[in-house]
């Protein structure tokens, strides 16, 4: 199906596309009938046929209509033109947290403030999904837009846990999903995630906030996820040495090693955040100095297991035996040769 500006679905027009991802293309859109404007979102056409992508896509709008919260996009409905299914969602005019964060190059005092306004809105929303036994598990600046007013709304429940629901995996979708900037070491170990998973990719957030960085960077993908799973961030004070000790804990606390050792809920860090006065900053600094390094204890240089899908790993088998059957050919022609 082409999908270009002035052409219709359904009783939407197009307007021009807003972006794509892993799994779907995204199109700003009129409401013909309701007179707004939406955004329309489409897998794939190399996914369509495809059983398991059609069950994520499907879930991905039982949990969007699951959840109505002021700081989450609105799902309205699950569509279809002729074969094609696409979902109807909520226009939110602003731009993404992450445009906003390149706009904010400059360090400045209200930083911090910044960091807990966002913290405490995306927090909020993700404490309300959380009692609805939704985990985002791939928070990132990417997946929240900020309207011009300062409101954040989270969106893209693409990966999203429903707790109950069986594990859905396709080809192009590992084991492991998440963005490896933000992704807790449960997640890089092969994990699921929960709600303690989206606690700390909302510590990165807010870290990348307040210093401007995130604590981990490295030449690949594989050296960032190391890093998560087996070094402890360096304290924001590193970076900003004015941070407050309070925000600078409630923070760092997010980012623990093990789930088990962040915030208990969204609710108890968004709490901390709103209420700085009642957080208590020693026992805090005291738990995070006796956090030994490593999410198992491993040493860093420790490389971590990459989860592979059944196809991938059959096709990496092949590789390395065809790789290993070629050394092993010219190593006997030279040795035949003499």
């Known amino acids: 199906m082409e999908l270009e500006p002035g052409s219709h679905v359904g009783h939407y027009e197009i307007v021009r596309p807003l972006g794509h991802g892993g799994m779907s293309n995204v199109f700003l859109a009129h409401d013909c009938d309701g007179g707004a404007d939406v955004v329309l979102k489409f ?35 699950l569509a279809y033109a002729g074969s094609n299914e696409y979902i109807v969602m909520e226009y939110i005019p602003g731009d993404s947290l992450r445009h906003v964060l390149r706009e904010r190059q400059q360090r400045s005092a209200d930083d911090f403030d910044f960091a807990i306004n966002i913290g405490v809105q995306i927090g909020s929303a993700l404490e309300y999904a959380h009692a609805s036994h ?112 309070a925000l600078e804990e409630t923070i760092m606390k997010a980012l623990r090693l093990k789930p088990q050792d962040r915030w208990p809920t969204m609710e108890a860090m968004v709490e901390s955040l709103k209420n700085s006065e009642s957080v208590d900053v020693d026992a805090l600094r005291k738990e995070r100095e006796a956090e030994p390094e490593g999410a198992v204890g491993a040493k860093a ?10 196809v991938t790993a059959v096709v990496a088998f092949g590789v390395v035996a065809i790789l290993v059957a070629i050394v092993l050919v010219f190593w006997l022609s030279g040795h035949g040769g003499r």
């Open 43 to 77: 897998p794939h056409q190399d996914l369509l046929g495809d059983v398991s992508a059609h069950e994520r896509f499907r879930r991905e709008v039982k949990i969007g209509q699951l959840l109505r919260h002021p700081h989450i996009q609105e799902v309205r409905e």
């Open 134 to 245: 939704v985990a985002h598990r791939d928070l990132k600046p990417e997946n929240v837009i900020v309207s011009p007013d300062g409101t954040a709304k989270v969106m893209d429940f693409g990966i999203a846990l429903l707790k109950g629901a069986r594990r859905v995996t396709w080809g192009p979708l590992s084991t492991q999903v998440g963005t490896p900037d933000y992704m807790a070491p449960e997640q890089i170990q092969g994990g699921r995630g929960d709600a303690r998973t989206d606690i700390y990719a909302l510590g990165m957030m807010l870290y990348e906030i307040v210093a401007h960085k995130l604590p981990y960077s490295g030449d690949n993908a594989l050296s960032i996820m190391n890093q998560h799973v087996n070094v402890k961030p360096a304290t924001l004070s590193t970076h900003r040495k004015e941070t407050t000790p």
């Open 301 to 310: 240089a420790r490389l971590i297991p990459i989860p592979m899908n059944p």
